[in-house]
């Protein structure tokens, strides 16, 4: 494999609506619908897309759900043979677009909460990258499996939690948006980190200093899983050799074309230039 992401897969039952409601209030939205998701598996897809060979670890339930998601990581070109059937539920994530492309999201963990150290595998892996919509001490023991053996480890802090000293220590990079670098003093103890900064782009802060890169101007549908599009497109890159910047700059891009479309893993999104 090139790239192995530790991650969240989970089912997004996604609703358009005109508004979201006010506290106590009830909004009439769009009907249901039911599509691929999870921090992990939207980036492991966003990395076979942009040409990596991916292996997913994470855990879904024995259920309609989770063949959903294996079916679909499958026909994405994502290995699942890391991916554990448990007995919980299959992660699902609930969320709701307004007509401007922004989204509101609550997750139930379900399965990705039964992911565990054992699961992890890193394989021949050129670049592991990991989120944190599974257990932390999962990602911790990923990131120092990935350190021990050489590999380069990218985490996505989204959800934001806290990270210990030694994790931070040795990611490159650590991927954040603007809103956690403001409330997470310390986070550039990384070798190096990943601002990003929605439409306007991304800085990348290196120990030579912080580089701003710009973002394409698109017209935006759906802005569902697009940091996880930048995330796998990032890491796709980095596995072949790309240097930071230069793989800053393609992830931007191909998530910017990303939010062009409905859904966390838009079908039709291919990589700019194809």
Do not use: W
Not at 79 to 100: E, H, S
Not at 119 to 128: I, K, P, Q, S
């Amino acid at each position: 494999m090139d790239v192995v992401v530790v991650g969240s897969a989970n089912a997004d039952l996604v609703v358009s609506v005109a508004r979201r409601p006010s506290a106590g209030e009830t909004v009439l939205g769009s009907d249901t619908r039911v599509l691929p998701g999870g921090k992990g598996a939207n980036t492991a897809v966003a990395a076979a897309r942009n040409g990596a060979a991916v292996s997913l670890v994470g855990a879904v339930g024995d259920d309609p759900y989770g063949e959903f998601l294996l079916k679909s990581l499958g026909s994405a070109g994502v290995d699942t043979t890391r991916v554990r059937k448990v007995t919980t539920p299959t992660g699902l994530a609930f969320i709701t677009v307004t007509p401007d492309g922004e989204n509101s999201i609550i997750v139930s963990p379900g399965a990705n909460s039964a992911l565990t150290e054992a699961d992890v595998d890193l394989g021949d892996a050129r670049v592991l990258v990991a989120s944190l919509e599974v257990p932390i001490t999962v990602v911790e023991h990923a990131v120092a499996l990935a350190a021990r053996s050489g590999v380069r480890a990218v985490v996505n802090l989204s959800p934001v939690a806290e990270l210990s000293p030694d994790t931070l220590a040795v990611l490159d990079p650590l991927i954040v948006n603007e809103h956690e670098a403001r409330a997470l003093p310390g986070f550039d103890c990384s070798r190096s980190v990943v601002v990003t900064l929605g439409a306007r782009g991304a800085d990348v802060v290196t120990p030579e200093g912080t580089r701003r890169i710009p973002a394409p101007q698109v017209d935006a549908v759906d802005t569902t899983g697009a940091g996880d599009a930048f995330t796998g497109a990032l890491a796709a890159h980095l596995a072949r050799g790309a240097d930071l910047v230069a793989a800053t700059e393609h992830a931007i891009a191909y998530a910017a074309r990303s939010v062009t479309h409905q859904g966390a893993q838009p079908p039709r999104v291919a990589p700019p230039g194809k």
